[in-house]
């Protein structure tokens, strides 16, 4: 007999890595994308370990894409700009407890055109385009999806929905489940650039985090290019105008570096910065993945990696409750302990602590700070756990084994 599928509304990156997850393990399902094909934005690009061992179990196939795509990063680097030093964090000192000891740099929609070409092979996988989910209700045995396409508004029939909506999630806001925590008056600006900041300046990860008692930035590499990010505090239209601004811009990047002539820009984007976190992550027969239940600043790459560690363990519930016919209510109810205190406890945590860690102008601080860091990185013990730490590979750990 045929069964209702799960339907999921968002193709990025939890959503997408939630449906092949769900087909790999029988489970039918429809993935609806509200974009005509899938965007091609930037935003995310840090894989870390654990987010490659899952995805590693998940499929070879997209794996290994993924592995020869990307940009592998076995160290990077926090530098102080006013005295040239440098705490260099070696990942292969977690080489233990993983099977990929290294950050790998690949912008996020690499993963969604991934996952949905490999959804493709499955006959009990639907992916449609052009379906923006509008809202939906519940009914015996299931939910009624309602959604908006080219041709007008249809209703789809599931077992359950889905939100991988992002932040603006209209299913979270339909069900009254609240966002909470609090926005950063700064807006963080990015820039990508083709220029080699690796042959200019000496011992330089492709992943660097440059405190500055005027300006702090963040200089990383991806698979294609360089981006920087700079905290800004624009008031207005206009100041956010200014910013964004061939001028401003070129000025920030020939502080960074004065090298003869302009930078190449290749994008450039002001984002504002969140700490929020929905207060459930499920009511009913509706969930919530990735950005529709939490969003942090992006300081340490942790927001998409989480949101991908939230389609792994919705995944696994989905798995108990359609094939081994597990409550749906308890199963949910555990996603829910399992995820939201990590997103509280750990995540938000670190992303404040990691922007806090940059920010402070005072030169007593901003030493102290460095010290720490570079006595850390010296000490092959204490190094490794940090770097388990920030490879979210220990808050991943304890979010399985909790009860």
């Not at 794996?63 to 020869?68: D, F, N, Q, S």
Request: some cysteine.
């Amino acid at each position: 007999m045929s069964r209702l599928p799960v339907m999921i509304a968002g193709a990025g990156p939890s959503g997408s890595t939630l449906a092949l997850h769900l087909a790999t393990h029988g489970i039918p399902v429809v993935l609806l994308e509200k974009h005509p094909s899938l965007p091609v934005d930037l935003r995310a690009s840090t894989f870390h370990p654990i987010s490659l061992d899952l995805i590693a179990e998940l499929d070879e196939w997209v794996i290994g894409r993924m592995l020869k795509k990307g940009l592998r990063v076995d160290c990077y680097q926090y530098r102080d700009r006013r005295t040239g030093e440098t705490a260099t964090f070696d990942m292969s000192l977690i080489s233990g407890e993983t099977g990929h000891p290294f950050r790998l740099q690949l912008e996020q929609y690499e993963l969604t055109r991934l996952n949905c070409e490999r959804l493709r092979k499955f006959n009990h996988a639907d992916l449609r385009f052009s379906h923006e989910v509008t809202g939906y209700e519940e009914m015996a045995g299931g939910v009624a999806v309602t959604v908006r396409t080219g041709g007008g508004e249809i209703r789809l029939k599931g077992a359950f929905v889905v939100s991988a909506e992002g932040a603006h999630s209209r299913l979270r806001k339909q069900s009254g489940i609240g966002y909470l925590g609090f926005t950063y008056e700064e807006k963080f600006l990015v820039v990508s650039t083709p220029f080699p900041f690796e042959d200019v300046f000496e011992d330089f990860s492709y992943v660097n985090y440059v405190a500055d008692p005027e300006e702090w930035c963040v200089v990383l590499r991806t698979d294609k290019v360089w981006r920087v990010l700079f905290p800004t505090t624009p008031e207005t239209a206009h100041d956010e105008a200014l910013l964004l601004s061939d001028a401003f811009i070129q000025a920030r990047l020939h502080r960074l570096h004065d090298k003869d002539g302009d930078y190449i820009i290749r994008h450039r984007s002001l984002y504002p910065v969140n700490q929020r976190v929905a207060e459930v992550y499920y009511k009913g027969r509706m969930a919530l993945v990735g950005d529709a239940c939490h969003i942090n600043n992006p300081l340490g790459g942790m927001g998409m990696n989480g949101g991908i560690h939230d389609a792994f363990c919705l995944g696994g519930k989905f798995d108990r409750i359609l094939n081994h016919g597990d409550d749906c209510t308890e199963a949910f109810a555990h996603y829910d302990r399992q995820r939201k205190d990590v997103a509280v406890r750990f995540v938000q945590a670190h992303t404040i602590r990691n922007k806090q860690l940059m920010e402070s102008r005072d030169p007593h601080i901003q030493r102290k700070r460095q010290r720490m860091l570079m006595d850390t990185a010296a000490d092959p013990e204490a190094a490794r756990e940090f770097i388990l730490d920030r490879a979210m590979i220990n808050c991943y750990r304890d979010s399985v084994a909790t009860a």
